[in-house]
């Protein structure tokens, strides 16, 4: 996904395709081979401690750059007016404005915010490994706590840098783009000067290493952790578990790479095709990850018939419930795995409750004083957001 994305924008701002010659999907996919074979290098040199200390460069320039963005483009919808573009978007295209989607909405229909969407997002944010390995590398749990909850108000206002150019974009060229996924690299090249497009397109590039590093390592550390030294080699030391890690890092690099240009065939665009395909492994993830919390007896045997479950109904569902929204479907797989594991948690469970050891921790686990304040106010901002972003807002 982020192969493909950063490719869009890259090919956009430099022309790549022109420059060589060949078609724009040729291009994507040499750009994608290039920042693909690059991350791999730069995970297998400098590790995750690497990508931690750079992510934070990139995330200050992604914020800056991001930002940025829209506010020329409103700047020049407003024929020089932050506030006139912003009037300008609220005239023209106030139903754009509404973050809570219709009914019969293709992206995200409102009742999916309680079901499907809440769990996939709970999924993502919580228990997705690419995003708890940085929370678990803190060195105690509260700065682990910080920084999730930090980021929890990033994550409300990247709406405005990742939604946001997506309405200034159609307010300035209409239907004339060929897919969605062209709406920001397109918006990019019009509204930056000539002199900032490397400027942007190292921030981008930045961001493009810290997600792709990111999952590469994520990948890594499950295969070498749950899969090589438990299965497959449970004598193997210290030294063959990081050789096995990265052996892995290529195997799968070499495969997003191939993989990234083809997303480019997807009718709805980037989103959903990352959406759906998630969904085939999502929420018995997510209910493995909450009965492992609240049930001591759930065994690995009910986690195992729960997937094979999942994939099976899920695989189904596109073909006999096509019509229907995947978020539906995600939304009461969910429900279905929870029972399919805490039924068969009970039917054949462990010979013992499960009982953490005592005196194991290597970190200090004081959690943060300030952490229940500081997620309600996350959770009243989240709202406020929604309802500012609606009828009862500036939505029509």
Request: glycine residues 10%.
């Amino acid at each position: 996904m982020v192969l493909y994305s950063g490719s869009l924008v890259f090919n956009k701002i430099f022309h790549i395709d022109k420059a060589l010659g060949i078609d724009p999907l040729v291009a994507v996919a040499l750009i994608s081979a290039m920042i693909g074979i690059f991350g791999m290098l730069y995970l297998l040199i400098g590790g995750l401690s690497l990508s931690a200390f750079s992510d934070t460069i990139y995330g200050v320039g992604l914020l800056i750059g991001g930002l940025s963005i829209p506010v020329i483009g409103l700047t020049i919808l407003g024929d020089g007016s932050l506030f006139g573009g912003m009037e300008t978007v609220k005239d023209q295209t106030p139903q754009l404005l509404n973050a809570i989607g219709a009914v019969d909405s293709k992206i995200v229909p409102w009742p999916t915010l309680f079901i499907g969407m809440l769990f996939n997002n709970l999924f993502f944010w919580c228990t997705n490994q690419m995003i708890v390995q940085k929370t678990l590398a803190g060195k105690s749990l509260k700065e682990g706590q910080k920084g999730a909850l930090y980021v929890g108000f990033f994550k409300i206002f990247g709406s405005l840098f990742l939604v946001f150019p997506g309405i200034i974009a159609f307010n300035m060229f209409g239907d004339t783009l060929a897919t969605p996924d062209d709406a920001y690299p397109t918006l990019v090249t019009h509204v930056l000067p000539e002199w900032a497009y490397g400027i942007f397109a190292a921030v981008i590039f930045g961001a493009i290493l810290s997600s792709f590093v990111g999952a590469l390592n994520a990948t890594a550390t499950l295969f070498t952790l749950d899969f090589y030294k438990p299965i497959i080699k449970k004598d193997a030391a210290d030294k063959q578990v990081a050789r096995a890690g990265k052996f892995i890092t290529i195997i799968v690099g070499l495969i997003s790479v191939c993989i990234a240009p083809l997303i480019s065939f997807a009718p709805d665009g980037l989103y959903a095709v990352v959406q759906e395909f998630n969904g085939i492994y999502s929420m018995p993830l997510l209910a493995l990850v909450l009965l492992g919390f609240y049930s001591k007896r759930v065994t690995p045997l009910a986690a195992k018939i729960t997937f094979v479950f999942h994939i099976a109904i899920y695989g189904l569902s596109k073909f006999f419930l096509a019509d229907i929204h995947y978020l539906y479907v995600l939304g009461y797989l969910f429900l279905a795995d929870v029972l399919i594991m805490w039924l068969v948690g009970i039917i054949k469970p462990l010979d013992a409750p499960f009982e953490f050891r005592e005196n194991i921790n290597k970190v200090d686990l004081t959690p943060w004083k300030h952490r229940k304040w500081v997620a309600a106010l996350v959770i009243i901002t989240m709202i406020g957001m929604y309802i500012f972003f609606s009828p009862l807002g500036v939505a029509e």
